[in-house]
RNA sequence: GGGCGGUUAGCUCAGUUGGGAGAGCACCUGCCUUACAAGCAGGGGGUCGCAAGUUCGAGCCUUGCACCGCCCACCA
């Protein structure tokens, strides 16, 4: 053993010996008691960043906790096909080569994906194993297997059979380049500097007069059907059911009243465009308007705008602004900052159109996830997130789940050449209705979270009934990032509810965002991301694991690399422990302590048991690393081994410090799982690997010695400093002499400042003492524990003074 | 505009029902002590964001304010 712990080479043997020996593997029927994460599933072209790297360390520390424990363990993964995403990724590549999609045509451009996936995709997977992910990976799913897509579209039948899956013609969200539908929350919204024209609509029978409203977008005007201003603006109200002349097209439109509209914005008076607008949309269908577009689903001026067609929105819009001008109609053109939505995926200014899409209705579907949520059943970790994720429920819209993309699960819908739709989990023969052979599959995909909400049970196999459905359906826990839970975690707790009739985990952990070390987002764009494997490769993959856990703390925080090294250095301390005691020499006989540092140090150890078994309870990584730290460090290595170091030469001391290492191993292999497993193997007549060796015990039997060495350990500072010590007893001062043979006392005689330190103590307990009103009001135990430190400080004085 | 988190040492952060302000890193001093200099011992350094309140007592509880950040949001 080199006196320098290197992880390199280490590592990844271990990590190909725990996988190779099946010590990853789950298997359903083992009568344990079961934990079962159903890990959230990366893109398949994905790479592991710092928000994955965190998760997995999470998830891995509590299943590798519990294996030790004895459950039975399914840390379950796989891959998310990631519609958009993903064809997204293949066409800049195509880009690249000055190809698009559409050279290739449909089915050619599926091929070509999978080509792509066989080529690049399925990194991460191997990357999990870096950071020593003990999944099953044997058990690994894609969205895209033949058994997952039949559980997604017996889904989709399933919610249409229902009557909640439904066909309708409303706006919706057009990315321009992926000639596809958007949810909302496939969109960025940024901040874009534009100019807000005011613009005059003349009255029908009053053209010298009118009413101005106030646009961002003067190439919709030729869209326009209506000018609705507030019902409760005075300087509107005599316009309202009069009649106003839309430029350009001098088309007559009512002037309405809705109190949607802001009084305080621009003139106060909206133009409404319902084809374009989301919010003239809803205005239009109130009041039953008319919704003719303009803009085509490429973004340009379409048929309907006559002499227009075929320009941009920026060349149309300009003409549109000479006519205005033209006619004075213009009253006001000024510099407007506003935020518009852009696609997520290839940064596209989204357009609001007007189109027939697949939506579920979200109206029974939440009721009983709200219910769950409600009684806790599913419970949130922190708490705080818990109404977040009640409210983005209970306000879910319904949700359009087809795209028109062309990677992903086509929809299961057919229609004939009489326009009947029929649906069906595999390819029809006829038509449901009226027989017609002649079927057409619908060209639309259905939405990747579509297919996530089925996530912990499809990778299961449901709906086959397995074993593993049985044995593992509800799973344990979720650990994903805030921005997921209306996308991901919602969608799984009522799909779950629907298809299987409960809650797919009992828990969901919302893991810290982990920020650049400037405060920033971690993000590619931005330049602040951050590579986890470079910090496994330099340092790591334990030490990297106890860095992020250390900094799993709130919300929000700060990428320190700091935290990292410190793990570093506690693998290379516990290293470095390991290498004196079974440097030592042979260790057999009995390893029962015996001098008061060994009761000490297994107390002390099963104290740190129980801290960590409540921490890892409580999902609090940050606290439990910490106390590992310490309890290594300060407890196990400065005074423990430093005390016993004289009788190493004991056969029975080598023994018990043996003992003691392998229940401090055993601590640390959740967080470490590595240099523990290669510490563990140079012990000798290990029965099994640490990772599933027992965990600890409760073992109450030195507790009584638990602040053995309390005094020596608060004494020695004070004699460093000034040379007084106080009197010990015969163990205290055996150790005392050990640990303090080296020191070199600084202020010999100096004993007056630590006399005077302890006076003031003495004084402000005395002071507190004598108020009557904290002896009366203050908990009693509270006031003993006062007295208490009263009389130790008493004690001292009078040591020092001898 | 809404929700959530944060503000404690030079930096990154702990601080569990209110009761003597902490850790790691950095810095200073002394030690190459036969496990580890990626080590050991000791030390300096903080009006706990600001203000008011409750209390015998506030980093912690209440109210207000300021600032930072993340997420969300249809002001045309």
Known sequence: MEPLYQPQGIEDRWQRAWEDEGLYAAEPGSGRETFVVAHPPPNVTGALHTGHALQISVADVLVRWHRMRGFETAFLTGYDHAGISTQNAVERHLAEKGESRNDYGREQFVELVWAWL??????????????????????????????????????????????????ANRIINWCPFHETSLSDLELVHEEVDDALTHVRYPFADEPESGVTIATARPATIL??????????????????????LVPFVERPVPVIADERVDIEFGTGALKVTPAHDPLDFEIGRDHGLPEPSVIGLDGRMNENAGELAGLTQEEAGGRILDWIKERGLLEKRESYRHTVALC?????????????????????????????LGSRRVAYHPESQHR??????????DWNISRQIWWGHQLPVWECPDGHETVAETDPDACAECGSTDLTRSEDVLDTWFSSALWPFAILGWPEQTPELDAWYPGTLNTTAREIIRLWENRMIFSGLELMGDVPFRHVIIHTTVLAADGRRMSKSLGTGLDPLDLVDEHGADATRYGLLKMSSSQDVRFAIGAIEEGRKLANKLWNASRLVLGAGPAEGDSSPEAVEERWIYARLDETRREIDADLGAFDFAHAVDRLYHVTFDDFCDW??????????????????????????????????????????????RETPLIVAPWPEPDDRFAADLHALDR??????????????????????????????????????NAEAEIERLRQEIARAEGMLANERFTSKAPADVVAAEREKLERYRRELDAIGN
């Open 118 to 167: 066989r080529e690049y995709g399925g990194t991460i997977m191997n990357q999990f194993r870096r950071m020593g992910a003990s999944m099953d990976y044997r058990r690994e799913r894609f969205t895209m297997d033949d058994e997952y897509v039949r559980a997604v579209m017996r889904f989709f039948v399933h919610l249409y059979g229902k009557g909640w899956i439904y066909r």
């Open 223 to 244: 869209a326009d059907v209506a000018v609705a201003v507030n019902p409760d603006d005075d300087r509107w109200r005599d316009a309202i059911g009069r009649e106003v």
């Open 344 to 372: 997520e995926r290839c940064n596209s200014r989204i357009e609001p159109l007007i189109s027939l899409q697949w939506w579920c209705s979200m109206e029974e579907l939440k009721k009983p996830a709200l219910e769950a």
């Open 388 to 397: 977040y994720a009640v409210d983005s429920l209970e306000n879910a819209p």
């Open 640 to 685: 423990y081994l430093e005390a016993i170091k004289p009788r190493l030469g004991e056969p029975q001391v080598r023994a018990t410090a043996r003992a003691a290492l392998e229940r401090l191993l055993k601590l640390l292999h959740p967080v470490m799982p590595h240099v523990t497993e290669e510490i563990w193997s140079h012990l000798p007549d």
């Open 712 to 749: 020596v350990q608060e004494a020695r500072p004070v004699y460093v400093r000034s040379g007084v010590r106080p009197q010990f007893t015969d163990d205290e001062e055996r150790i005392f002499e050990i640990v303090t043979k080296r020191d070199r006392v600084q202020g010999e005689g």
